[in-house]
């Protein structure tokens, strides 16, 4: 199993990136998809769920209206479009997988998002 991130960067307040998560190694469209992050000196939050079939998504309430997750299973590949940036956003930015009992069981390397004017 493999899960990569990439799409991460320095962008001003307001601005937006799409974060991408790059996933091999496993049946992709069968496992529902989490992104969680960790800003500098604080623990992980959990940001956004999406189900195997894109149907059902589910977001912390702090980026709910600016977040979207989204999912190509087609291209075995994760979305995190993310709108009107702030710098509370700022973090390492992770993709992960559900084991199918609501528990992560891989993570990737994780792609920083740094909101700063």
């Known amino acids: 199993v493999q899960l990569v991130e990439s799409g991460g960067g320095l962008v001003q307040p307001g601005g937006s990136l799409r974060l991408s998560c790059a996933a091999s190694?496993?049946?992709?469209?069968?496992?529902?998809m989490y992104w969680v992050r960790q800003a500098p000196g604080k623990g992980l939050e959990w940001v956004s769920t999406?189900?195997?079939?894109?149907?059902?998504?589910y977001y912390t309430d702090s980026v709910k209206g600016r977040f979207t997750i989204s999912r190509d299973n087609a291209k075995n590949t994760l979305y995190l479009q993310m709108n009107s940036l702030k710098p509370e956003d700022t973090a390492l930015y992770y993709c992960?997988?559900?084991?199918?009992?609501?528990?992560?069981?891989?993570w990737g390397q994780g792609t920083q998002v740094t909101v700063s004017s």
């Open positions: 190694g496993f049946t992709f469209n069968v496992y529902w």
């Open positions: 992960a997988r559900d084991n199918r009992m609501w528990l992560i069981d891989y």
């Open positions: 999406i189900s195997s079939g894109g149907d059902f998504t």
